[in-house]
């Protein structure tokens, strides 16, 4: 009854009209960012970080998330219609959803992705109304070395996340860590690696570097081979599913809502895994697993509702903990910092509005979502239609000035830009940039909690792992770390004893 | 990649030397009161270790043979459309409080669309001074962010033609 009284008000605080346009606005840009191939959910949100400073938090956080699951449906629509996926996680779409645009039917493969969706995102919200709450209040029995701890699983969430070698995302995480130190000490007041620059005593922005190493890094990489796509010329009709299709269509779409939300939630689930299991799933239980690959809708049901459900699924480590558990979360996380709220156990309690006015928002931002796309399907096929050549320097027009507007400051304009080329050469060297934004926003939270536990235990370090819950959050990064760093290493043996 | 590691570890390693010294001369502390060097030096050390690692794998693995050398850049074409890029990007950060916002905008955009990959100068054109117009209505009079006026200011005016 109790969540049911606070998700009313929640659902209050979603209708003001200052959140509701935000939303819009929020699946609006992110539908667009995930329909341009190039720009993902996280450069978007990169991109979008400094013009959220000009409303609420709250607001902040409704449009962010717009944005995020924005572009989990935007996605479908350049992997329906072109083959080329906008985002990772909508990869999977291509498979099937090309196929019946190839048939004439693109137009019933984009309207069961935004039905799909809509259905997914709206039993994921009750999801996690429930589960948010319980979360939160074990939260509260925290102490500063449990917010260690915690600080630790969550960069280790991110690293076993990397794509790449997991030292290399080590270094970027030690990386992130350092450049967290820069400005002044809270505790000493004394000024580190500011190198007389004034603009260094509060420390390193997040804006300029989240928007250099996302927004300008990519679109040098981008620059470099210049993108070209070739956009179905059918004209799309019969947005609305059959009735088979909807039979068809149906329990993929139940599968996918339950399997994306808990894979959502778990650290290194997220949507793009969400997607590619419901596809698997549907294969698997399907009568006529043939049909797949050759235009089953039901291979665009289930993923592009797992993907959306994931999304929910995603905001319950960050909103209940502040842990977040993939890149987009980590900006949000940052969104909330630049606000000066600390996102965990407390936001629920201190934040009411803001914790339930989110959760509601993902609500009201799938209605918007269906109401948006289904009649603007049309729009986005134009938009595929303007060349990258003409689109990279809005986008580094709009990072200049996004950068630019924070502080009137054009130092932070050359602070981007050296993340930018920092960005750049990390791309090209195989570096991940995800661990080290994380190191950078948690390091300032992460040095004062080790350093409050240390003066508070007497500098005793064992107090991290004699305290229960501290020492689990440690064991399972140690586990995380290990079962990453496991394969990888009996790959470098067998090179090594190749070498030999 | 092999010569990218090598370089970029290289580099790490430096960079967490010079990190580590530096945390130390900010005051390392002790355990029962970290000083301000404190994370500076375990993360230096971390980062310093991790890259040494990485390192002496990389010279450890020699370079298979039929490992492809990759090339930084695939053309000529790419690295002056790369170098041209970065070149409006700092133009803009230098003149954007001389020239002015406007002018840096308009100069800036239209400079892009004819190097990345030409565009008919009339559209160009077109884009760039509808792209001018839109960041001042929403960015300068709609969000209230002040930019520079440089050259465009009425103060200029009044400078110029006094």
Redesign the interface.
Known sequence: METLNSLATGLWVAMQPVNLLVCFVGVFIGTLIGVLPGIGPLGAIALLLP?TL?VSPVSSLIMLCGIYYGAMYGGSTTSVLLNIPGEAASVVTCIDGYEMAKQGRAGPALGISAFGSFIGGSICVFLLAVLAPPLARFALRFGPPEYFSLMVLGLTILIYLANG?I??A??MA??G??LG?VGT?T??G?Q??TFGILELNDGIGIIPVVMGLFG?SE??LN????LRRDVLQARIQGLLPTLQDWKDSIRPILRGTVLGFFLGILPGGGAVLASFASYAMEKKVSKHPERFGRGAIEGVAGPETANNAATAGAMIPLLTLGVPNNGVTALMLGALVIHGLQPGALLMKEQPALFWGTIASMYVGNVLLLVLNLPLIGLWVQVLRV?Y??L???I??FC??GV??VN?S?AE??FM?LF??LGY?MK????ESPPLVLALIL?PM??NA??QS??LF????SVFFTRPLSALFLVVSALLMLSNAAPWIRG?KR??AE?D | ?RR??L??TLF?IA??SF?TV?GFR??FG???????????VV??V??GA??A??FG?TV???RRPDEAVRR???DGR?LR??GL??A???A??VL??PIGFALT?LA??LF??RV??P?RWGFALT?SVV?VIL?VVV?QVW?Q???PEGLLSIHSFRRWIF
Do not use: H
Not at chain 2, 30 to 40: H, K, T
């Open positions: 013009s000009y070698p030292l290399k080590l270094m030690a990386l860590l350092i130190i000490d505790i000493s004394r580190r690696f300008i679109v040098l620059v470099e081979k210049v060349p050549p003409v990279a320097p809005l580094l027009l200049l000035i630019y507007s009137n054009v304009i050359w830009l930018g080329a050469l090209k060297f195989e570096y390091g992460f040095e080790l350093r240390l003066i007497d500098g005793n370090p470098k090179l090594l070498a | 990649m990218y590691d370089a970029s790490l960079l967490a990190v530096s900010l005051g002790e355990w029962r009161e970290p000083g301000p060097g404190f994370l500076a993360s230096g971390s980062l991790l890259a690692v990485w794998m450890a693995l020699a930084f850049v695939t790419s459309r790369i890029t970065t409006a990007l700092i803009f950060a954007l409080e905008t800036f955009m892009l669309l990345i990959e565009q884009v792209t960041c960015f969000l962010v002040q930019f």
